[in-house]
């Protein structure tokens, strides 16, 4: 029956090698069911809601992934995507949290009908290379100034902005001994490095009376503060559909880039180098994002994660149903989750970030016209506190250099027509 549903001789494996990948790639990934919850919470939300629907959207997403587009990629809501709804767009912009689900069911009904249409392709290829990876690096970069600051390694200063806080402080102490035992678990490619390294200085900090304990597993809380709590009042302001693109943009980019990597280590690109079954598995991830929406939280996407149950040999669909169900599995671990506290979500955002700058080394540093508006890019999104800002900036810079250089035929349409649409937003709407 498995061998029919997700054709496992075709591709060389079998059912023990996929369920075992499966297991792999979750504990890879999982530290999201921990991390999500506490920062949409910043947002306003209820983090038992949350944890609910991150332990939802990622499960039927995934689900969706391997048995309609037989590809073994977990899906789940997105490290960066989620800190741009609750810093970026919810306290940033002051948007209601119910506006900003709203937001994020649009962009993800937006991606389905482009998934169906052909012009997907001209999207993803219109952006040059150098922005794609500046995108990544950008919300890498977001994420560590994140973590730094909700663990007080980083602080205000009215001088300088910014200053160095107390390191001597328990639970400073307590990060920077997760984030070491994280980076090294992950240097020696132990599976679930991440998350044992949170669950590890979680009990940690309740041995030393930092934490106090609420128990490991329980029934699930109740998803109804969260579910079906979109506000569409505010659909059509100018701020909301900024919001919209900010959010299609970073996940058509990311989940294209996860799909190419991950599918490629799997053997499942055709002679072309192209992707097989592409609009099925840009189908599955978008359609995640919608369910995510509805039930509560932000931004499904494809999880580069997946590499690691790849590498354990996992080819098929199978492998992500393994890491559904092992999702469905997780709902019941609830008390857990509400024990993990910012000294190990903190160290984890800090470490994903740093994995996700590693995409400016296949930037071209000898050309100036690519590499400056990739640093730009990047480094405008931590520093304005906005994803969408550090787009903008990076695509403006881009068009400016290429068309004041007199490299006229490098510059796309897709490009020029994005970087004329953000100078407008910055010179006419950002002043009112």
Avoid at 41 to 52: I, L, N, T
Avoid at 227 to 251: G, M, N, P
Avoid at 326 to 353: H, K, N, R
Avoid at 415 to 428: D, G, H, S, T
Wanted: hydrophobic fraction near 55%.
């Amino acid at each position: 029956m498995f061998n029919k549903l997700f054709d496992l001789k075709a591709r060389g494996t079998n059912v023990r090698t996929e369920v075992i990948a499966g297991f792999t790639t979750f504990l890879a990934m999982s530290y999201i069911i921990f991390v999500n919850p506490d920062i949409l919470a910043q947002a306003g939300m209820d983090p038992g809601a949350v944890f609910v629907a991150t332990c939802l959207s990622a499960a039927i997403g995934t689900l969706i992934m391997g048995f309609y587009a037989n590809y073994p990629i977990a899906i789940a809501p997105g490290m960066g995507l989620n800190a741009f709804f609750t810093y970026g767009v919810v306290i940033g912009m002051g948007v209601p949290w119910q506006s900003a689900l709203m937001a994020v069911f649009m962009s993800g009904a937006i991606f389905v009908i482009l998934s169906v249409l052909p012009v997907r392709e001209w999207i993803i290829n219109a952006i040059p290379m150098e922005l794609k990876l500046s995108i990544a690096a950008g919300i890498g970069f977001f994420l560590i100034i994140i973590g730094l600051t909700s663990v007080g390694i980083v602080v205000d200063n009215p001088a300088t902005l910014v200053g160095l806080g107390d390191l001597s402080a328990p639970v400073t102490l307590l990060a920077v001994i997760c984030f070491i035992v994280i980076a090294i678990l992950e240097t020696l490619k132990v599976p679930g490095g991440i998350l044992i390294g949170m669950v590890g200085i979680t009990i940690a900090g309740v041995v030393l009376g930092v934490t106090e304990t609420h128990g490991i597993m329980d029934l699930p809380p109740s998803v109804a503060p969260t579910f079906l709590q979109l506000d569409w009042t505010k659909a059509f302001e100018i701020t909301l559909v900024t919001v919209v693109i900010s959010f299609l943009f970073v996940d058509m980019f990311d989940t294209a880039g996860t799909l190419v990597s991950v599918a490629s280590k799997a053997g499942l690109l055709d002679e072309k180098g192209h992707v097989t079954n592409l609009r099925k598995a840009l189908m599955a991830d978008s359609t995640a994002t919608m369910i995510g929406a509805v039930i509560g939280t932000s931004s499904a996407t494809s999880y580069v994660e997946s590499v690691a149950g790849v590498k354990a040999g996992g080819r098929t669909g199978l492998t992500a149903v393994t890491v559904g169900v092992l999702f469905l599995a997780a709902l019941f671990f609830a008390p857990l989750a509400g024990d993990i506290q910012a000294y190990a979500t903190g160290p984890a955002l800090v470490f994903v970030g740093c994995v996700m700058v590693g995409g400016l080394a296949k930037v071209d540093w000898e050309d100036l016209t690519c590499f400056v508006p990739a640093v730009i890019t990047a480094v405008a999104m931590p520093l304005t506190y906005s994803i969408a800002t550090g787009l903008g900036l990076g695509f403006i810079t881009y068009a400016a250099l290429k068309l004041g250089s007199g490299r006229f035929k490098e510059l796309t349409p897709g490009v020029a027509v994005l970087a004329a649409l953000f100078l407008l937003k910055f010179i006419f709407l950002d002043s009112v």
